[in-house]
């Protein structure tokens, strides 16, 4: 069993930054991909970024890229999301994912934990 713990969300203004840690249970998070998903209210959930086991291969949504960047640790069990030149459109809960069979695609199904979410708001 993997627990996952979002961290980080909160109130930004658009063109601002946040950081979100994803923190992983667990002695294995070395070997699972892992990506980040976000739904914004009355909408679905969408893909936003992964990351596979060793960091090597990164993956972004259309959507995030030149703007936001996944990295991981897997001494410290957490993977990040870093989010730059936010946008309105960009608020939503963010959830982050693991998966223990894929290679960190955008496709939710590939993912067996996930978070509880957290909120961030980008204010215009």
């Known amino acids: 069993q993997v627990q996952l713990v979002e961290s980080g969300g909160g109130l930004v203004q658009a063109g601002g930054s946040l950081r979100l840690s994803c923190a992983a249970s667990?002695?294995?998070?070395?070997?699972?991909?892992m990506g980040w998903f976000r739904q914004a209210p009355g909408k679905e959930r969408e893909f936003v970024l992964a990351?596979?086991?060793?960091?090597?291969?990164?993956y972004y949504a259309d959507s995030v890229k030149g703007r936001f960047t996944i990295s991981r640790d897997n001494a410290k069990n957490t993977v990040y999301l870093q989010m730059n030149s936010l946008k309105s459109e960009d608020t939503a809960v963010y959830y982050c994912?693991?998966?223990?069979?894929?290679w960190g695609s955008g496709w939710a199904g590939e993912y067996d934990y996930w978070g509880q979410g957290t909120q961030v708001t980008v204010s215009s």
């Open positions: 667990g002695r294995t998070f070395s070997s699972y991909a």
């Open positions: 990351i596979s086991w060793s960091g090597g291969s990164t």
């Open positions: 994912a693991a998966s223990t069979t894929g």
